[in-house]
T-cell receptor, first 116, second 117 residues
Framework: AQTVTQSQPEMSVQEAETVTLSCTYD???????LFWYKQPPSRQMILVIR??????QNATENRFSVNFQKAAKSFSLKISDSQLGDTAMYFC?????????????FGKGTKLTVNP | DGGITQSPKYLFRKEGQNVTLSCEQN?????MYWYRQDPGQGLRLIYY???????QKGDIAEGYSVSREKKESFPLTVTSAQKNPTAFYLC????????????????FGEGSRLTVL
Protein backbone atom coordinates (compact mmCIF):
# COMPACT_ATOMS: atom_id res chain seq x y z
CA ALA A 1 0.00 0.00 0.00
CA GLN A 2 1.13 3.48 -0.74
CA THR A 3 1.81 5.92 2.07
CA VAL A 4 2.40 9.65 2.05
CA THR A 5 4.23 11.39 4.89
CA GLN A 6 4.27 15.08 5.63
CA SER A 7 6.66 15.59 8.51
CA GLN A 8 5.84 19.23 9.25
CA PRO A 9 2.43 19.62 10.94
CA GLU A 10 2.76 23.40 11.04
CA MET A 11 4.96 26.03 9.44
CA SER A 12 5.03 29.78 9.25
CA VAL A 13 6.70 32.25 6.92
CA GLN A 14 6.90 35.98 6.56
CA GLU A 15 5.14 37.61 3.66
CA ALA A 16 7.32 37.81 0.51
CA GLU A 17 9.70 35.11 1.74
CA THR A 18 10.12 31.58 0.42
CA VAL A 19 9.00 28.44 2.20
CA THR A 20 9.38 24.74 1.40
CA LEU A 21 6.94 22.06 2.50
CA SER A 22 8.21 18.49 2.66
CA CYS A 23 6.55 15.30 1.45
CA THR A 24 7.85 11.77 1.14
CA TYR A 25 6.02 8.75 -0.17
CA ASP A 26 6.43 5.04 -0.33
CA UNK A 27 5.44 2.97 -3.34
CA UNK A 28 6.57 0.10 -5.51
CA UNK A 29 4.80 1.54 -8.54
CA UNK A 30 6.80 2.98 -11.42
CA UNK A 31 4.00 5.00 -13.00
CA UNK A 32 2.21 7.45 -10.75
CA UNK A 33 1.19 11.04 -10.15
CA LEU A 34 1.91 13.35 -7.26
CA PHE A 35 -0.12 16.36 -6.22
CA TRP A 36 -0.15 19.26 -3.83
CA TYR A 37 -3.59 20.44 -2.76
CA LYS A 38 -4.40 23.61 -0.85
CA GLN A 39 -7.26 23.96 1.62
CA PRO A 40 -7.76 27.59 2.67
CA PRO A 41 -9.72 28.46 5.80
CA SER A 42 -12.89 28.64 3.63
CA ARG A 43 -12.40 24.88 3.25
CA GLN A 44 -12.70 24.26 -0.49
CA MET A 45 -9.72 22.16 -1.53
CA ILE A 46 -8.02 23.11 -4.78
CA LEU A 47 -5.17 21.65 -6.79
CA VAL A 48 -1.93 23.62 -6.59
CA ILE A 49 0.41 21.58 -8.71
CA ARG A 50 0.73 18.15 -10.31
CA UNK A 51 3.73 16.02 -11.29
CA UNK A 52 3.86 12.91 -13.44
CA UNK A 53 6.50 10.46 -12.21
CA UNK A 54 7.81 9.79 -15.72
CA UNK A 55 8.69 13.44 -16.21
CA UNK A 56 12.11 14.43 -14.95
CA GLN A 57 11.41 18.13 -15.17
CA ASN A 58 9.98 19.63 -12.00
CA ALA A 59 6.52 21.11 -12.35
CA THR A 60 5.99 24.84 -11.80
CA GLU A 61 2.88 26.98 -11.52
CA ASN A 62 3.66 30.65 -11.10
CA ARG A 63 5.05 31.04 -7.55
CA PHE A 64 4.69 27.33 -6.79
CA SER A 65 7.27 24.76 -7.80
CA VAL A 66 8.20 21.27 -6.75
CA ASN A 67 11.44 19.44 -6.16
CA PHE A 68 10.71 15.89 -7.31
CA GLN A 69 13.37 13.38 -6.35
CA LYS A 70 12.11 10.05 -7.66
CA ALA A 71 14.89 7.88 -6.29
CA ALA A 72 14.51 9.41 -2.84
CA LYS A 73 10.70 9.35 -3.13
CA SER A 74 10.54 12.98 -2.16
CA PHE A 75 8.16 15.64 -3.46
CA SER A 76 8.58 19.02 -1.77
CA LEU A 77 6.63 22.18 -2.56
CA LYS A 78 8.34 25.56 -2.73
CA ILE A 79 6.28 28.70 -2.43
CA SER A 80 8.12 31.83 -3.52
CA ASP A 81 7.16 35.39 -2.62
CA SER A 82 4.64 34.12 -0.05
CA GLN A 83 1.36 35.99 0.14
CA LEU A 84 -1.22 36.22 2.90
CA GLY A 85 -3.61 34.28 0.69
CA ASP A 86 -1.24 31.31 0.80
CA THR A 87 -2.29 30.68 4.40
CA ALA A 88 -3.90 27.24 4.27
CA MET A 89 -3.55 23.55 4.92
CA TYR A 90 -1.42 21.90 2.27
CA PHE A 91 -1.84 18.23 1.45
CA CYS A 92 0.52 16.09 -0.55
CA UNK A 93 -1.16 13.26 -2.45
CA UNK A 94 -0.22 10.20 -4.50
CA UNK A 95 -2.12 8.37 -7.22
CA UNK A 96 -1.22 5.28 -9.22
CA UNK A 97 -1.02 6.03 -12.90
CA UNK A 98 -2.32 2.87 -14.48
CA UNK A 99 -5.96 3.93 -14.47
CA UNK A 100 -7.92 1.50 -12.40
CA UNK A 101 -9.22 2.85 -9.14
CA UNK A 102 -7.74 6.36 -9.34
CA UNK A 103 -7.70 6.59 -5.59
CA UNK A 104 -5.65 9.38 -4.13
CA UNK A 105 -3.70 8.76 -0.95
CA PHE A 106 -3.24 11.92 1.09
CA GLY A 107 -0.70 12.92 3.68
CA LYS A 108 -1.84 14.36 6.98
CA GLY A 109 -1.23 17.91 5.89
CA THR A 110 0.91 20.91 6.79
CA LYS A 111 -0.70 24.03 8.17
CA LEU A 112 1.04 27.03 6.66
CA THR A 113 0.63 30.51 8.09
CA VAL A 114 1.90 33.52 6.21
CA ASN A 115 2.57 36.42 8.56
CA PRO A 116 2.41 40.07 7.52
CA ASP B 1 -21.00 27.75 -13.03
CA GLY B 2 -19.71 24.21 -13.00
CA GLY B 3 -18.81 22.67 -9.70
CA ILE B 4 -19.68 20.42 -6.82
CA THR B 5 -22.38 21.28 -4.32
CA GLN B 6 -22.52 19.70 -0.91
CA SER B 7 -25.39 20.12 1.50
CA PRO B 8 -26.01 20.78 4.25
CA LYS B 9 -22.93 22.72 5.28
CA TYR B 10 -23.54 22.00 8.96
CA LEU B 11 -25.54 19.15 10.41
CA PHE B 12 -26.28 18.01 13.91
CA ARG B 13 -27.42 14.53 14.72
CA LYS B 14 -28.43 12.67 17.81
CA GLU B 15 -26.78 9.37 18.54
CA GLY B 16 -28.57 6.48 16.90
CA GLN B 17 -29.86 8.48 13.95
CA ASN B 18 -28.91 8.01 10.33
CA VAL B 19 -28.11 11.11 8.33
CA THR B 20 -27.60 11.64 4.59
CA LEU B 21 -25.16 14.13 3.10
CA SER B 22 -25.86 15.34 -0.40
CA CYS B 23 -23.29 15.76 -3.17
CA GLU B 24 -24.19 16.99 -6.65
CA GLN B 25 -21.86 17.83 -9.54
CA ASN B 26 -22.50 19.40 -12.93
CA UNK B 27 -19.01 18.84 -14.31
CA UNK B 28 -20.04 15.72 -16.23
CA UNK B 29 -17.41 13.77 -14.32
CA UNK B 30 -17.60 10.01 -14.20
CA UNK B 31 -15.91 9.44 -10.87
CA MET B 32 -17.06 10.66 -7.47
CA TYR B 33 -15.58 10.25 -4.01
CA TRP B 34 -16.34 10.76 -0.36
CA TYR B 35 -13.54 11.64 2.06
CA ARG B 36 -13.57 12.13 5.79
CA GLN B 37 -11.29 14.77 7.30
CA ASP B 38 -10.30 14.76 10.96
CA PRO B 39 -7.75 17.09 12.59
CA GLY B 40 -4.26 15.65 12.23
CA GLN B 41 -5.52 12.74 10.12
CA GLY B 42 -5.57 14.17 6.63
CA LEU B 43 -8.21 12.86 4.23
CA ARG B 44 -9.38 9.28 4.35
CA LEU B 45 -11.41 7.69 1.59
CA ILE B 46 -14.84 6.37 2.55
CA TYR B 47 -16.38 5.31 -0.77
CA TYR B 48 -15.86 6.02 -4.43
CA UNK B 49 -17.76 5.43 -7.65
CA UNK B 50 -16.40 5.38 -11.17
CA UNK B 51 -19.68 4.83 -12.97
CA UNK B 52 -23.41 4.98 -12.35
CA UNK B 53 -24.83 2.08 -10.34
CA UNK B 54 -21.38 0.99 -9.19
CA UNK B 55 -19.27 1.96 -6.19
CA GLN B 56 -16.41 0.58 -4.10
CA LYS B 57 -15.44 0.76 -0.47
CA GLY B 58 -12.55 2.95 0.47
CA ASP B 59 -10.33 2.65 3.52
CA ILE B 60 -12.93 3.50 6.18
CA ALA B 61 -16.29 2.37 4.77
CA GLU B 62 -17.68 0.78 7.94
CA GLY B 63 -20.77 2.59 9.18
CA TYR B 64 -21.34 4.40 5.88
CA SER B 65 -23.40 3.70 2.77
CA VAL B 66 -23.70 5.34 -0.64
CA SER B 67 -25.69 5.14 -3.85
CA ARG B 68 -24.99 6.26 -7.40
CA GLU B 69 -28.29 6.23 -9.27
CA LYS B 70 -27.41 9.28 -11.34
CA LYS B 71 -24.11 10.49 -12.74
CA GLU B 72 -24.56 13.86 -11.06
CA SER B 73 -25.35 12.62 -7.57
CA PHE B 74 -23.46 10.60 -4.94
CA PRO B 75 -25.16 10.84 -1.52
CA LEU B 76 -23.48 9.52 1.60
CA THR B 77 -25.46 8.08 4.52
CA VAL B 78 -23.80 8.06 7.91
CA THR B 79 -25.50 5.26 9.78
CA SER B 80 -25.92 4.67 13.48
CA ALA B 81 -23.29 1.95 13.15
CA GLN B 82 -20.57 4.56 12.61
CA LYS B 83 -18.97 4.78 16.03
CA ASN B 84 -17.40 8.21 15.72
CA PRO B 85 -19.25 10.15 13.03
CA THR B 86 -18.38 13.69 14.13
CA ALA B 87 -16.13 14.93 11.32
CA PHE B 88 -15.79 17.08 8.24
CA TYR B 89 -16.91 15.29 5.06
CA LEU B 90 -15.64 16.18 1.62
CA CYS B 91 -17.11 15.10 -1.70
CA UNK B 92 -15.01 15.18 -4.85
CA UNK B 93 -15.24 14.26 -8.50
CA UNK B 94 -12.84 13.59 -11.35
CA UNK B 95 -12.73 12.56 -14.97
CA UNK B 96 -12.20 8.81 -15.08
CA UNK B 97 -8.73 8.19 -16.48
CA UNK B 98 -10.04 5.20 -18.37
CA UNK B 99 -12.33 7.37 -20.50
CA UNK B 100 -9.67 9.75 -21.70
CA UNK B 101 -9.19 12.32 -18.99
CA UNK B 102 -5.57 12.47 -18.03
CA UNK B 103 -5.13 15.02 -15.30
CA UNK B 104 -6.14 12.93 -12.32
CA UNK B 105 -7.27 16.15 -10.67
CA UNK B 106 -9.97 16.00 -8.04
CA UNK B 107 -12.54 18.77 -7.77
CA PHE B 108 -13.88 19.23 -4.27
CA GLY B 109 -17.04 20.55 -2.74
CA GLU B 110 -17.00 22.93 0.21
CA GLY B 111 -17.67 20.16 2.70
CA SER B 112 -20.25 19.21 5.30
CA ARG B 113 -19.53 19.31 9.00
CA LEU B 114 -21.41 16.68 10.96
CA THR B 115 -21.65 16.88 14.73
CA VAL B 116 -23.18 14.16 16.84
CA LEU B 117 -24.75 15.46 20.02
Amino acid sequence: AQTVTQSQPEMSVQEAETVTLSCTYDTSESNYYLFWYKQPPSRQMILVIRQEAYKQQNATENRFSVNFQKAAKSFSLKISDSQLGDTAMYFCAFMKGQGGSEKLVFGKGTKLTVNP
Amino acid sequence: DGGITQSPKYLFRKEGQNVTLSCEQNLNHDAMYWYRQDPGQGLRLIYYSQIVNDFQKGDIAEGYSVSREKKESFPLTVTSAQKNPTAFYLCASSIDLRTGGNTGELFFGEGSRLTVL
